[in-house]
Nanobody, 119 residues
């Protein structure tokens, strides 16, 4: 059974940084696409970044966030810099068999980790 476990969320001041981790158990991300999504209070879940052949980012985070992966640790990361209150959300990692920014493509999801950015 594939499980995705996020960690690294927390409270940070605007302008600060956080690094989220997504550890995969019961499977790998080789031959798959890994992504981060987020859901802010009262809003729909939205795409943030994905990695497979090449990284791809939502416009709102481009230049501030970096997605990466460590095959030896079976872990995907999201380095978030220059955070703003608009980045406050629950962040989820997910795995898909093909490249997509659409949630329906992802068949495995983590439980999410809360990121709160104070002004």
């Amino acid at each position: 059974q594939v499980q995705l476990i996020e960690s690294g969320g927390g409270l940070v001041q605007a302008g600060g940084s956080l690094r989220l981790s997504c550890a995969i158990s019961g499977g790998t991300f080789s031959s798959y696409f890994m992504a981060w999504f987020r859901q802010a209070p009262g809003k729909e879940r939205e795409f943030v970044a994905l990695i497979g052949w090449n990284p791809y980012y939502a416009e709102s985070v481009k230049g501030r966030f970096t997605i990466s992966k460590d095959a030896a640790k079976n872990t995907v990361y999201l380095q978030m810099n220059s955070l703003t209150p608009d980045d406050t959300a629950v962040y989820y990692c997910a795995r898909a068999p093909y490249q997509s920014i659409t949630q329906s493509a992802y068949n495995y999801w983590g439980q999410g980790t809360q990121v709160t950015v104070s002004s």
